[in-house]
DNA sequence: TTGAAAGCGCTAACAT
DNA sequence: ATGTTAGCGCTTTCAA
């Protein structure tokens, strides 16, 4: 178990002064001579001397650090989110703290709060949660925060970046309207999700549209899994429902759907249409492969952190809040149509 | 902007001195009275004011953070490695600093020695980097490393908890020849990584147990990806390669491989058998199910942590390198076969 | 029950 | 080019 050194240590054994280290470890290319720079590198290394990041941080006011907030590492949907923030972080010398929610207002706020704790410089939300949301009284702790996904209290972030939910719903059950399917079922995860809002909006909009009253009984909201969608489907045909197409608000519900609707018989996409909504990883590796909108995520999360980035480091403006449109992608959960004009 | 607080504004307002507050903070139960402890608490609240874990660190030694690093949070392997790990952490207050070394060795690096900047009380290293790794150099700094599958260096670290690769391998290729199948591919991922390697192992036991002599046209290295089990059938079938099953180091490259087959009108399971290994969510998932050597990832990584935090608080021993043996799980990509005696 | 003072490992003026 | 001196926000003896 050896020592572990010091700035002071090294600047004693250098017969210099904590200055002269410290400017050497942050590399200001000023004020220290060739010769004592190399005595310090080289004593530091022969040392395994690493500085502390804590103790800078506490005099500099600056961990490197942000944190991102996901409700679950373990659904299929986040990996990319995962991902494309932790290149953005790692590009910039930043280091990523991550922790699940679970969609839980209080997971929610204790992470949160920790994350002031440790001072993170900034921290992404990648959540649905709500109104009891601790978000409103987060400002209070001056940390920056950018939202992905989360299109409703806006106001209360630094910036976010959200898809277009309402219109990619809208597109999507407007496709099946126009592929002759009246009774479309709509299925979303946690009901008073953003997303799931403004879904079941834009579902709204495309029945209203063609005329096609709103069937209560063909809308329902659980979880965003597999196990949802299963279930939902079942219960419908237990119930004896008719039914021509499925918009689910996840892929992973969408997955659910297709195979409660295999298992019970039905083919896909001849006899019920399905589509799915994210265009996760999954949806495109799944057999069939998912019709669904499509969310650049991985872009969004960079591009999030990009942003944080950016106001962590004080730079101008430049938008802070954007909206990427999705894109309907048809694969084989719906049937091939020609190009109507 | 409202000032950050610290623990002699708290103090000064209180009219007491920083010791109290400290105490206050820190819960003793000890030597604060209720009145001046209830002021204290009320005026922290008032202000908003979070101590600082940065400094607290500093002098305590422990920042409560743990590192995770990982080859690619992207690659649908991780998912419940994260979640694992993040359970346990959360249980522990602790935080996870996570990043990803896309099985880069200089990467690796560079993040091991993030971590010891930042002053980690521990590290957990999931990844299957063999030689160049830095990590024979890593216990210089003194930060406990416990790894996740990765089953040669372990007198590197200070635990692990891995699978039994080479037992895995062995039962699922002895199967395949019971099943009649004698001319079996053998696809894995990184060559050299630990897992690979012992998987080959078995493989050979396999063969060599059944007296069939091994074709290394039949083996392949490649990436632990969908992509990479695609492209090795497609090579095999194009050469006119001809062969009665696949075992696949990895389930992404299972799929690959089902989807090659699929699309070359090959018939999976009745002509050629498919088994896969890790028994990922996504194997469950997918159409058909895959067979595989099922390993409880989440469970694992939840162990790794656990074991972290006890040789953090210093707790006596205990096992610290764990091998759990895989099982064997038939689903869809296996022809059904009566049970044998 | 409470306080004073030193110290943790670093940075940041300000001198020299 | 280098050193001195204060802090930064906390914990921790040791006294009172």
Redesign the pocket.
Known sequence: MQK????????QIC?????????V??DKN????K???RRILKTMKDLN????T???S????RSGMVGLIIPDASNLFYPAIIRGVGDCLDENNYSMCLCNSDSDPKKEKTHLLSMVDHRMDGVILCSGISNDSFLAQFSKYNVPIVLIGRTFDLYLSDGSVTGDNVKGALQAVQYLIQSGDRRIVYLDGTEGVSGAIQRYEGYRQALDGAGIPLDEKLVGFGSFSIEYGFQAINGLLSRGEKFDAVFAGSDLIAIGVVKALQRAGKKVPQEVEVIGFDGIELSEIFEPQLSTVVKPHYDMAREAARMLMAIINGQEGGLRHITVAPTLTLRSTTRPRSNKK
């Open positions: 572990k050194y010091s700035i002071a240590d090294i600047a017969g210099v002064s904590k200055a002269t280290v410290s400017r470890i942050n000023e004020g220290v001579s010769e004592t720079r001397y690493r500085p502390s804590l103790a800078r506490i005099t500099t006011a």
